[in-house]
């Protein structure tokens, strides 16, 4: 099987990738190869900090990688959270702050309208730099429901739904997700290259 670097520090991240990846790659993490760096993430855009997280690894480390670079994007709210997603509340990954920050910033606010959009970049031998793009349209509802999942999963019901990703099981989420449709396309692209 062959093995690809996922470039991130997030193990629900991994644990997702992995599941849908896992019969097909053997899909290693940072850990696994020794890294324990503080990957910078200092782009403006999704594609650009996934870009930059992937090629940090290909450089320092020499293997072939792809990395994630995704978040939540609030209409009311002009895009916010967006590539700040992760650090919405002031503190790296504190999912309960951030997700009492965005109920806080909507109260009042009718439109609920919001979107996760998740952006791969593949490094991948001496190729240029290839990229795959997943969006799932949803709102935000009152209060977070559910414990599945992560991030901002308990406060997002994506359209055509009747509960929230965290009362989701992974497969569900992983059919229609923003990850699970940028995986589709990065595992389109890989099955073609390797034959
Ligand atoms: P790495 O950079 O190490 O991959 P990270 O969590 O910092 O991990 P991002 O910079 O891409 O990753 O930020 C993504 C944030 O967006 C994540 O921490 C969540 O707050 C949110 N997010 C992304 N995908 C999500 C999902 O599937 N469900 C809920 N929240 C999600």
Redesign the pocket.
Known sequence: MEKIVF????A??LA?IRQMLGSRWQVLSLAEIGCHDD?P?TAET?EG?ALQ?ARWIKDKYGYDCF??????EVDALGGAPG?H??R?SGV??D?TA?NEKLLGELVGIADRHAR?R?CIALLRGNDAPAFFEGVVEGEIIDRPTGIA?????PL?RPDGWECT?AQAGADE?NAV???GRAVEKLAEYLAAACN
């Not at 470039?7 to 997030?10: L, V």
């Not at 990395?67 to 939540?72: E, N, P, V, W």
């Not at 999942?149 to 999963?153: E, K, R, S």
């Open positions: 470039a991130t520090n997030n629900h991240k997702e990957i993430e999704f900090n997280k990395a994630d670079d995704s978040g939540l590539i997603s992760a919405y790296h990954g999912d951030n996760f998740c999942g992560f991030g901002y999963d997002f990703f989420k997700s923003h990850r």
